[in-house]
Structure formats: structure tokens, C-alpha cells
């Protein structure tokens, strides 16, 4: 496990510092849910995690954004974040093509505003990229992106994205290594969450880092009843 100092070193080193932890789930809570909003509440459950319990999204929902983004979505509904350091254990439970992804949305203004990175099996214009909704259909910022990632079978995976809303940057890494990068400053403080455009997957072990993290209420999407 990483210690505080050693996620600091590594902001050091990726040009990023977020001293503060803010937030941390681990899903052992009964109520944890209700922390969370959904685009559709009843393909979310709490199942076996990494350790423990996790938060699982069972396949793709039949909300309809918009503009052209994911479907399935649940946001951390009652703190936004500027510049952070997310990490999270994930497991992907779909089976295997090109587009087999999770999602992680964070800058989130509203369905029709927002980042997300797509972490996925193989890289094309739509898919293992950085991408902005930015009132119109979503459209790929990364600088920088590998070929896809190797989620496996019943594999967990540790992601972690480093955002600097002053500089810009914006840096996802996967299992440690560096996989997608953008720069862009649209949004500024927004809501952080997960999901997927068509798939299935788990999260769990969730910790963000944040110097200018605010409770504010998230007015959009479903609770979990």
C-alpha cells in the first residue's frame, strides 16, 4: 500500500502535488450508495470487491445523454474537486473486443459538460482517450495515448488520474504506467465518478487527493433507493 509520502514523491516526479487526502471508500458501509448518483440506479449493486465489498456496475444503461458520452455513470454526489490525484482498484467483467472499457468522469459540470479518460482494450479516435462533452457530441483532447491496456480475466487493475486544473494537465496511469495525457482548462471544479459506455466492471478502494476539494450537492442523475 502507498504510503502518503510516496504519492507525493510521485506527484513530484509527474509535475503534480495534491497534499491532502479528502476522500476515501472502501464500499464496507451499508449506506455507502447514498453517497453516490446515478444515470440509472438499478444496474448498481455492491458486490464481492478486491477487498471486501465494491461498487458494481452490471452492464450498459438505458439512460440517453445528451450529447454522444456513456451511458452508465455514478458520481461521487456530494464534494467537487479542482486539481486531484484519484486512484482506484478496478475490475473490468466484460467480455473482450477493441472498445471494452471503464470509464472515470471528473470536471463534471452537468450531463452535458464534463472529462472523461475511456481506458480501453485498443486506441482509435473514440476509444483509450482523453475525451471532452463539451455541449456537443464528445470529442478526444489526449496529447498522448498507448496502443490499449490488457484488463484480463477477473483481473483487478489500479488507475489513477492526476488532474492540475492551473496548468492544465491532465495524466492517467495504469497499473503505473503513464497511458493517456491531455491539457485543457474548460472546467474547472466539478464532480469525480465511474461507469462505462457499453460494459460491466467494479471499483473499489477508491482515495482522492485534493488541496481545493468543496462539499456541494450534485442536482442531476438518480439516489439509490
Not at 464481492?48 to 439512460?63: D, R, V
Not at 472499457?101 to 459540470?109: A, E, L, T, V
Not at 491539457?183 to 462505462?196: A, C, M, Q, R
Request: aromatic content about 12%.
Amino acid at each position: 500500500m502507498k504510503t502518503l509520502a510516496a504519492i507525493i514523491l510521485m506527484s513530484v516526479l509527474t509535475g503534480f502535488i495534491a497534499k491532502k487526502p479528502v476522500y476515501k471508500q472502501d464500499f464496507e458501509e451499508k449506506d455507502v450508495l447514498e453517497q453516490f448518483r446515478f444515470t440509472q440506479p438499478d444496474k448498481w449493486i455492491l458486490s464481492e470487491g478486491k477487498t471486501g465489498s465494491a461498487l458494481e456496475f452490471t452492464g450498459i444503461s438505458e439512460y440517453q445523454p445528451p450529447f454522444r458520452s456513456p451511458h452508465t455513470i455514478g458520481l461521487i454526489s456530494d464534494m467537487q474537486f479542482g486539481s486531484f490525484i484519484l486512484e482506484a482498484d478496478v475490475l473490468q467483467t466484460g467480455k473482450e473486443y477493441g472498445h471494452r472499457d471503464m470509464c472515470f468522469i471528473f470536471g463534471f459540470q452537468d450531463p452535458s459538460n464534463f472529462y472523461y479518460s475511456h481506458v480501453a482494450s485498443k486506441m482509435d479516435d473514440n476509444a483509450h482517450q482523453i475525451m471532452i462533452v463539451n455541449n456537443a457530441p464528445r470529442k478526444k483532447i489526449s496529447t498522448y495515448t498507448t496502443q490499449g491496456v490488457e484488463w484480463g480475466d477477473k483481473v483487478w487493475h489500479k488507475v489513477r488520474i492526476e488532474r492540475d486544473i492551473r496548468r492544465g494537465s491532465i495524466k492517467v496511469f495504469y497499473d503505473g504506467t503513464l497511458v493517456e495525457e491531455a491539457n485543457d482548462k474548460t472546467f474547472g471544479k466539478g464532480f469525480i465518478g465511474f461507469g462505462s459506455f457499453d460494459d460491466s466492471g467494479k471499483i473499489d478502494n477508491v482515495k482522492i487527493w485534493s488541496d481545493d476539494g468543496v462539499k456541494a450537492k450534485l442536482e442531476v442523475f438518480e439516489g439509490k433507493e
